[in-house]
């Protein structure tokens, strides 16, 4: 079946630093991707998304590139500040799948000061 | 609403007992999901409905688990005789079904099974 595979946590860096949370994807057919963030306390919120190959998702200086030929979708800053400390969901989804979501397991980002 | 709104925020109960989680949607919102959230892993599909009906129940895990949204608008999840293993964060999301679809998630419920 379809399934996401991201890189585990925590990923823990230093303010100002360049950020890459790895995501894999497994699925038949052509899904949409997306990138979720879950900030402490607070429910998912879509960060970004694609839909299709070489599109590129960006929102708050995060991008990630649809590759198909790779089938990845690599989350990417290139300045963190401590306030993006949180859990990064990757998922997919697929017209003939009702749309639901199918995540990836997170990955949690700390950044200190 | 401005969001997605869940209740209980938290709910504990008894292995064995019944309980009801309540999601109300964004307002105009036709497509409804349900997921859960185990500790430390990503949420995962339970059951998604298209106005009043469910259009796929596949990812409930088995008969003790059901869900209804009568009118279109807020739903219910139920879970009956609970067990220590249904313990997790249920997600509620909803979207306008168009086009792309986006889902905004509500904040959960967290369930804990004595």
């Known amino acids: 079946g379809d399934s996401v595979t991201q890189m585990e946590g925590p990923v823990t860096l230093s303010e100002e630093a360049f950020l890459t949370i790895n995501c894999t994807y497994t699925?038949?057919?052509?899904?949409?991707l997306f990138w979720y963030v879950q900030y402490p306390g607070e429910g998912l919120q879509l960060l970004l998304k694609?839909?299709?190959?070489?599109d590129k998702g960006s929102n708050k200086g995060f991008e990630a590139t649809y590759r198909k030929e790779t089938t990845s979708f690599h989350l990417e800053k290139g300045s963190v500040q401590v306030s993006d400390s949180a859990v990064y969901f990757c998922?997919?989804?697929?017209?003939?799948?009702?749309?639901?979501?199918?995540f990836g397991s997170g990955t949690r980002l700390l950044v200190r000061p | 609403g401005a969001g997605v709104s869940q209740t209980p925020s938290n709910k504990v109960t008894e292995k064995g007992k019944y309980v009801e989680l309540r999601c109300d949607p964004i307002?105009?919102?036709?497509?409804l999901y349900w997921y859960r959230q185990s500790l430390g892993q990503g949420p995962e599909f339970l059951i998604y409905?298209?106005?009043?009906?469910?259009?796929?129940d596949s990812g409930l895990p088995n008969d003790r688990f059901f869900a209804v949204r009568p009118e279109g608008s807020v739903s219910t999840l139920k879970i009956q005789r609970t067990e220590r293993g249904d313990s997790a964060v249920y997600l509620c999301?909803?979207?306008?079904?168009?086009?792309?679809?986006?889902?905004?998630f509500g904040a959960g419920t967290r369930l804990s099974v004595l």
């Open positions: 999301a909803s979207s306008d079904g168009l086009g792309e679809n986006i889902q905004y």
């Open positions: 699925a038949t057919g052509y899904p949409s």
């Open positions: 694609a839909t299709k190959a070489d």
């Open positions: 998922a997919l989804s697929k017209m003939d799948s009702s749309y639901k979501l199918i």
């Open positions: 307002s105009g919102h036709t497509a």
């Open positions: 409905f298209q106005g009043t009906g469910a259009a796929d």
